[in-house]
T-cell receptor
Framework: DADVTQTPRNRITKTGKRIMLECSQT?????MYWYRQDPGLGLRLIYY???????NKGEISDGYSVSRQAQAKFSLSLESAIPNQTALYFC????????????FGSGTRLTVV | DQQVKQNSPSLSVQEGRISILNCDYT??????FLWYKKYPAEGPTFLIS?????DKNEDGRFTVFLNKSAKHLSLHIVPSQPGDSAVYFC??????????????FGQGTILTVHP
């Protein structure tokens, strides 16, 4: 099993729909993150969580919300999807000190039509 | 406001030659730098890192150089192999301030190594 599992791998949804992307990890790490990747913009941080009771906005949190259901689970929701949220979404986890780098999931390709 | 910049969107290199990927940063609070490699349909994977107290870190064919005064780092791959063809992301993190515990990524550079 992968250390970080994202579901679904691919999703096409309509404008205005609510959608949830799920992430679970088996690394036992406290810290989890959601990033989106867009061509020419690299990876940008949406939300992050340093433990179950801690949720923080990243640089592009508008239009998104998250839920940290357990140490191992961190889900990202798009309350009302819009076409410019079409992107590749990555979940990641890291150890407490965060210096050994992140472990990423394989990504969710989301298309909003 | 792009705090980590990779100004070369792509790089093409012949197998066996050196690949040099560059990265610039603006935030002086960054003190830890990492390189990630990404293949299509996969998540980024950690490649190599360097702390700001060093100017060089080497791991096999991969070497990262840090020039703090210029706020510049580079990744050297020697010799380059076709399997190195991927997108390379530079990332930075800081021990304090708003960059604490989070990675800020550059735009990525697509490396193509030709046989």
């Amino acid at each position: 099993d992968a250390d970080v599992t994202q579901t679904p791998r691919n999703r096409i949804t309509k404008t205005g729909k609510r959608i949830m992307l799920e992430c679970s990890q088996t690394k036992g790490h406290d810290r989890m993150y959601w990033y989106r990747q867009d061509p020419g913009l690299g990876l940008r941080l949406i939300y992050y969580s340093f433990d179950v009771k801690d949720i923080n906005k990243g640089e592009i949190s508008d239009g998104y919300s998250v839920s940290r259901q357990a140490q191992a689970k961190f889900s990202l929701s798009l309350e009302s999807a819009i076409p410019n949220q079409t992107a590749l979404y990555f979940c990641a986890t890291s150890e407490r000190e965060g210096l050994s780098g992140y472990t990423f999931g394989s990504g969710t390709r989301l298309t909003v039509v | 406001d792009q705090q980590v910049k990779q100004n070369s969107p792509s790089l093409s290199v012949q197998e066996g030659r050196i690949s040099i990927l560059n990265c610039d940063y603006t935030n002086s609070m960054f003190d830890y730098f990492l390189w990630y490699k990404k293949y299509p349909a996969e998540g980024p994977t950690f490649l190599i890192s360097i702390s700001s107290i060093k100017d060089k870190n080497e791991d096999g064919r991969f070497t990262v150089f840090l020039n703090k005064s210029a706020k510049h780092l580079s990744l050297h791959i020697v010799p380059s192999q076709p399997g190195d063809s991927a997108v390379y992301f530079c990332a930075a993190s800081g021990a304090g301030g708003t960059s604490y515990g989070k990675l800020t990524f550059g735009q990525g550079t697509i490396l193509t190594v030709h046989p």
